[in-house]
Each structure stands twice: as structure tokens, then as C-alpha cells.
T-cell receptor
């Protein structure tokens, strides 16, 4: 049972345009959400996170939006750059010091020059 | 600035062989994790540790063992390798666990393991 779903396996956008990566979750106990970015032959690196007490968090070109009622979050990248081409994982955790991260399958983003 | 170091990067094993995947971190993090990533799938948690001497099972622990004798090291042991264990293995660490804000997990670059 997939608790974190990234239903689109890939996304291709033009350089300079907006990239919108979507993520849905089913577990209403999740209260913390993260996005990780992964290049080939490297480990995932943390990109941005959001707590369930917020509906938006920005960090430079990256913004994460959270819609708790829809159990949906999205990552916006503006403007997109070729170096953003990577696999993006959405992850979530529930409250508790020892709670674990649940990852989605990932979305492959390609930014065309 | 080493962060999380995994060795080896690649390995091919025969069915039934055993091996240990090494993971070391130099950030003095209490929490450490082992994940596996199969093609087209997300990361699945195998085992985790909240400190030296304390380990616990994750989502997919069968066929694996871990130990945590020091804060720095968290090796993963495969005793009887099976084709189903062909995967990419990632080790991660974090200062705190769970929903700790701004305390994300830091990952190593992975070990690509093939069992034939």
C-alpha cells in the first residue's frame, strides 16, 4: 500500500519555465514533508521541507505548497535550469522522535536548454 | 567534508555468498538508516539505529542484519545473498529522527549490488 504517491514518472520542461512536481499521500498522520533531489550515481540530497502547520515554504527558486485537505503537495521550480534535471523524491513522516520517512517512487525531471 | 561514506560502490555476488556493506559518517549523528532502492521504486527502509548499540527493523529487514558498535559506523550484512537482493543500497544519517524540523537525513552515494 503506497502511502506516498508520485503518479507522474517523468516531466519535461523548457529552460526558464516553471516545473511543477506533484505528490499525494494517504496517511493523515503525516505531519512533515520533504523533497529530495537525486542525480545518477549519487545519493539523494535534501532540497526543501514543509511542516503541516504551514501551507507554503520557499527557498530561492524552490517553493513547496501543502494542501492538507487534499493530501497533496507540490514542488515548484522557477525558473527551471538544465542543472535541475534529476529525479525528485517526495517523502513524509508522522509525529514521533523515531518515526521514519516514507518515500514516493520519484519523478524524473528533464529541463531542455 | 566527507559526510556519509559507503563502500564498496559496486559489487557482484554469487547466490549464497555473504558480504558486508560499510557505512561511516563523520557528522556525529545519532540516527543512521539503511535503504534499498529497486528500479522505478522509492527507497525502502531496511534497518535503522537511534544510537550506538540500538538497532531496529524497518519495512524490509528480511535477509539482512546490522550492528552499531560506534556512533560513526553502521554496517549492513547480507548472510545468504539471493537474486531478490539485487538493488542499490543507500545509507543515511541524521542528528535527530522523525519529524525533527530542519534535521534532514544525509545520504551516501550508494552501493550497487548485483547477485547472480
Amino acid at each position: 500500500d503506497q502511502q506516498v504517491k508520485q503518479n507522474s514518472p517523468s516531466l519535461s520542461v523548457q529552460e526558464g519555465r516553471i516545473s511543477i512536481l506533484n505528490c499525494d499521500y494517504t496517511n493523515s498522520m503525516f505531519d512533515y514533508f520533504l523533497w529530495y533531489k537525486k542525480y545518477p550515481a549519487e545519493g539523494p540530497t535534501f532540497l526543501i521541507s514543509i511542516s503541516s502547520i504551514k501551507d507554503k515554504n520557499e527557498d530561492g527558486r524552490f517553493t513547496v505548497f501543502l494542501n492538507k485537505s487534499a493530501k497533496h503537495l507540490s514542488l515548484h521550480i522557477v525558473p527551471s535550469q538544465p542543472g535541475d534535471s534529476a529525479v525528485y523524491f517526495c517523502a513524509a513522516s508522522s509525529p514521533g522522535a523515531n518515526s521514519k520517512l516514507t518515500f514516493g517512487k520519484g519523478i524524473t525531471l528533464s529541463v531542455r536548454p | 567534508n566527507a559526510g556519509v561514506t559507503q563502500t564498496p560502490k559496486f559489487r557482484i555476488l554469487k547466490i549464497g555468498q555473504s558480504m558486508t556493506l560499510q557505512c561511516a559518517q563523520d557528522m556525529n549523528h545519532n540516527y543512521m538508516y539503511w535503504y534499498r532502492q529497486d528500479p522505478g521504486m522509492g527507497l525502502k527502509l531496511i534497518y535503522y539505529s537511534v544510537g550506538a548499540g540500538i538497532t531496529d527493523k524497518g519495512e524490509v529487514p528480511n535477509g539482512y542484519n546490522v550492528s552499531r558498535s560506534t556512533t560513526e559506523d553502521f554496517p549492513l550484512r547480507l548472510e545468504l545473498a539471493a537474486p531478490s537482493q539485487t538493488s542499490v543500497y543507500f545509507c543515511a544519517s541524521s542528528p535527530k529522527g522523525g519529524s525533527a524540523i530542519n534535521q534532514p537525513q544525509h545520504f551516501g552515494d550508494g552501493t550497487r549490488l548485483s547477485i547472480l
